[in-house]
């Protein structure tokens, strides 16, 4: 049986539960173990699918096809471990799984009530795959004391008391503020935190602390006296220039060995941590910088884009440069023009949904191939490259995408973009219409392109035939327009098995420029970076004269 770690935040959100959890997940990992992480939202919705990025971020989507949150997309960086759908829940998912249940008649006539109905129904979700891994870190969204989180806090309270003794740990992250007028760190938030749990039968075995201070010794002491936790087990989370920091310092406050000691543990296998002491010395010495525009419409909030962002960093690991990457707003290139883009050594367009914007993307694709700048053009990125290139190559001037028309309730242009309404899953055929619900139902998870040899997209794939990358998407570039568009000088050359899909487009007579319709990003770690991503910077670093 898996030993279980419930990673639980107190006093704000966005205290960095994610990271710690992910960090932690690193650090046993480092000293040999298996590790799983989990994530357990709160929110009603099912999942964050049909949640606008503003509100929630990018969506993190896994190989067997869930929409999650994106702190999986953290867990997966890490960790380097593949995240399933079973790896992500809501209350929405816990409540829906119930009330279907009702309605088969699984309760035999039952008063159906949370307790005891709901907290099972998340203590079965927590016991999923417990034999396969030494650790299972479940982390809990949201701050204790929201109401929404209640029965999660309650599953968890009842799931540590039926599993044997010293099976499950509890670690919980708190705000240690500082007030400059009187020159102190508080440790009341802490403690009324700390007592909240208490409350609700739970107490933190592991508590990290973050501050923007240094912690003294006086008040790590106070902190552990008054909220029932060993001295060495306060630990202190400081604001970091990088998130790839996070394993080693942590593992210089002693998170791991806290853990550890927690379960009794010991002596605890010493660490490896090379994989993340080279991580670092490429991050912290580079030898240049490049700088990337990402045109995009979420640019407002950089986590829309978690996870190209992160892709672009490790692409500068790969290449040992630093990479410079400034958002810059697609309805803003509408309006002020290409010359917005001058000055950049490589042009991404990230993906997206709606019409909003997408006429400043269609003006960067085209600035990118007039101009010889690397470009990628990732899931709507590439759509818009392929409408750039039908109205300005293809003399089809009213190019556009269906998604737009449905949108707007009428037919306006040639859509060489269309609502996808069949694919091939697996062994069998999904089938959908514009007028399905939205929730789960695009074209997503893992599939395979077939790749054409002698391709650049191949040739970054070290001359492999066949890829396979992520998808979120329900409208494709339509392969009629593919004889046109090719004898105008775009190459497709990335297809689905059956010859149907256009999975990649690229320009041959272009230094770098290559658009996909999955979303490559999703793949890539610090230590293993997407191919993609590498060689993009790599030709910027090119366009830069770095090399």
Not at 370 to 397: F, H, S, T, W
Not at 453 to 468: M, V
Request: proline content about 5%; aromatic content about 8%; charged content about 25%.
């Amino acid at each position: 049986m898996a030993r279980y770690i419930f990673i639980t935040g107190g006093v704000v959100s966005s205290l960095g539960k994610g990271l710690a959890s992910a960090a932690l997940g690193a650090l046993l990992q480092a000293r040999g173990y298996t590790v799983r992480l989990r994530k357990l939202d709160p929110y009603l919705n099912v999942d964050p699918g049909t949640m606008s990025p503003f509100e929630h971020g990018e969506v993190f989507v896994t190989d067997d096809g869930a929409e999650t949150d994106l702190d999986l997309g953290h867990y997966e960086r890490f960790t380097g471990v593949s995240a399933r759908r079973t790896d992500s829940v809501s209350s929405g998912r816990i409540y829906s799984n119930v009330l279907e249940k009702e309605r088969r008649g699984e309760y035999l006539g039952k008063t159906i009530q949370v307790i005891p109905h709901v907290t099972n129904e998340i203590k079965e979700f927590l016991a999923i795959g417990d034999d396969e891994v030494d650790f299972m870190l479940c982390e809990i969204g949201g701050t204790v004391g929201d109401i929404e989180g209640l029965p999660f806090f309650e599953a968890i309270r009842q799931f540590t008391h039926e599993r044997p003794r010293g099976q499950c740990i509890l670690m919980h992250l708190t705000l240690l503020p500082y007030l400059t007028a009187s020159g102190e760190l508080k440790t009341k938030p802490t403690q009324h935190s700390v007592k909240e749990l208490q409350s609700i039968g739970l107490a933190p075995d592991v508590l990290v602390c973050r501050s923007e201070q240094p912690i003294p010794e006086k008040e790590r002491a106070k902190i552990a006296l008054f909220c029932n936790v060993r001295p060495d087990h306060v630990i202190p989370a400081y604001d970091l220039k990088s998130i790839y920091e996070a394993p080693l310092a942590y593992h210089r406050a002693g998170l791991d060995q806290a853990a550890l000691d927690a379960f009794g543990i010991s002596p605890a296998p010493r660490p490896d941590l090379s994989r993340w002491e080279d991580v670092l010395d490429r991050l912290n010495n580079a030898e240049g910088e490049v700088r990337v525009a990402i045109v995009g419409k979420y640019t407002q909030l950089e986590d829309a884009y978690k996870s190209i962002a992160e892709a672009l960093t490790h692409g500068g690991m790969a290449n040992r440069v630093r990479v410079r990457a400034d958002w810059v707003d697609s309805e803003k290139l509408e309006g002020e023009g290409a010359h917005l883009l001058d000055g950049y050594h490589g042009i991404i367009v990230p993906g997206g949904f709606g019409e909003r914007g997408t006429e400043g993307m269609v003006t960067a694709a085209k600035y990118a191939r007039e101009k010889d700048v690397p470009y990628l053009g990732i899931c709507l990125g590439m759509q818009m490259a392929v409408i750039e290139a039908a109205r300005n190559l293809a003399g089809m001037a009213d190019a556009g995408s269906e998604e737009f028309d449905h949108e707007a309730g009428e037919s306006r242009c040639t859509p060489v973009v269309y609502h996808l309404r069949e694919w091939v899953q697996g062994n069998y055929t999904v089938q959908r219409k514009p007028t399905d619900d939205k929730g789960g139902t695009m074209r997503l998870g893992a599939y395979t392109a077939v790749l054409a040899p002698g391709s650049k997209i191949s040739e970054i794939y070290d001359g492999a035939l066949e890829i396979e990358d992520r998808h979120r998407h329900r409208y494709e570039v339509d392969g009629k327009y593919r004889d046109r568009l090719e004898k105008a000088g775009l190459k497709f050359s990335g297809m689905s098995p059956d010859g149907k899909l256009p999975e990649v487009i690229e320009y041959p007579d272009h230094p770098w420029f290559i658009g996909v319709q999955s979303h490559p990003e999703l793949k890539s770690k610090p230590f293993r970076p997407a191919p993609l991503f590498a060689g993009f910077v790599r030709a910027a670093m090119q366009g830069a004269r770095l090399v």
